[in-house]
C-alpha cells in the first residue's frame, strides 16, 4: 500500500506544471499523440534559445570557413525547402510564417537539423557520402521539419525536468539507497525517454512523408534513403537501446503509410 500511495503522489508531482497540448493537426498520415509541456516553457522561449544557438553554429562555422562553402548544393537544398516550407499549413498554419532558413556546413558527418522555430542546417556528408537524390534530401528535411513542427525539442526539454524530478523524488519517497537511485534512473532511461523518443522519430517520418509527398517528391524515396542509412550505420545499438527506430522497423512502417499519402504526390505532380 505504502509503495502504491508513493507513486501516485511521485505521478502527481510530476504532472504539476505541465499542459496537454496537441501541437499539429494530424495529417493524412493521422498523427494524434497528445503531448505533455512543461508550462513555464514557452514555445516562443524554445525558439528564441533555439535561435541563439543556431547562430552560434553559424558564427563559429564562418570563422572555420565552412559556412555555405558549396553554393550549387546550398542552392538544391534553399530550392527543396521552399517546395517543402509552404506544405506545413496542413499541419500547422502558423509555421509558414517562422523566420525560416537553410544553411549549409562543409562537414562529412551524416546529418541534418531544423531546429524549434525552422532553423535548417544540413552537413555536406550527408548527401555526398549517400550520393542523395532530391527525393531523398525531400525525405531528411521533411523529417527534420516535422520535429520542429511538433515542437519536439520543447518536449524533450519538459521531459528532461519531469525525469530530474522524478527520479530525485522518487528516491526519497521509496527509501531508495543509492544504487536503487541508480536503477530508478536506468528505468527512467530506458522506460520513459527512449521509447518516446523514438515515438518522437516515427512522428517525423510520416510527416516529414507527407509533406514530401504534397511537394511533388517521390514517397518511395524514404524507403530508399532509409535503406542507405542502414547500410551506413552498421553497428549501431539496437532499437530498442536507441532514440531511433532500427532502419527496418522504420522502412516497414513507411511502406504501410505511403499508401495514404499516394494520392497527395501524385496529385501535386499534375
Avoid at 505504502?2 to 508531482?13: E, F, M, N, V
Avoid at 498523427?31 to 553559424?58: G, I, N, P, T
Avoid at 521531459?159 to 541508480?182: I, M
Avoid at 516529414?208 to 553497428?235: C, D, F, I, T
Amino acid at each position: 500500500m505504502r509503495l502504491l500511495a508513493s507513486a501516485t503522489l511521485l505521478c502527481s508531482l510530476l504532472l504539476v506544471g505541465c499542459e496537454t497540448v496537441q501541437t499539429t493537426q494530424g495529417g493524412a498520415v493521422g498523427v494524434q499523440r497528445q503531448q505533455f509541456m512543461f508550462s513555464a516553457l514557452s514555445s516562443a522561449e524554445v525558439d528564441r534559445m533555439a535561435a541563439e544557438s543556431y547562430a552560434k553554429m553559424l558564427e563559429e562555422a564562418r570563422a572555420k570557413k565552412v559556412l555555405n562553402t558549396d553554393a550549387a548544393m546550398l542552392k538544391r537544398l534553399r530550392r527543396i525547402a521552399d517546395d517543402l516550407i509552404p506544405q506545413v499549413v496542413h499541419f500547422r498554419p502558423d509555421a509558414v510564417n517562422w523566420a525560416w532558413e537553410v544553411n549549409l556546413i562543409k562537414n562529412d558527418q551524416l546529418n541534418a537539423s531544423c531546429m524549434p522555430g525552422g532553423k535548417i542546417l544540413f552537413y555536406t556528408g550527408i548527401v555526398e557520402k549517400l550520393k542523395l537524390t532530391d527525393d531523398e534530401i525531400a525525405q531528411i528535411m521533411g523529417h527534420e521539419i516535422a520535429h520542429a513542427l511538433r515542437e519536439h525539442g520543447r518536449e524533450a526539454i519538459s521531459r528532461a525536468y519531469t525525469t530530474q524530478l522524478g527520479t530525485s523524488v522518487a528516491g526519497a519517497l521509496l527509501g531508495l539507497g543509492e544504487g536503487g537511485k541508480q536503477m530508478a534512473d536506468m528505468a527512467v532511461q530506458y522506460g520513459l525517454n527512449l521509447p518516446n523518443s523514438r515515438a518522437n522519430e516515427t512522428e517525423a517520418d510520416l510527416i516529414g512523408l507527407e509533406l514530401a509527398a504534397r511537394a511533388g517528391y517521390n514517397p518511395q524515396a524514404a524507403v530508399s534513403l532509409w535503406q542507405k542509412m542502414g547500410s551506413a550505420s552498421q553497428g549501431q545499438p539496437p532499437a530498442f537501446l536507441s532514440t531511433h527506430p532500427s532502419s527496418s522497423g522504420r522502412i516497414q512502417n513507411l511502406q504501410a503509410t505511403i499508401p495514404r499519402v499516394q494520392p497527395l504526390y501524385e496529385a501535386a505532380r499534375r
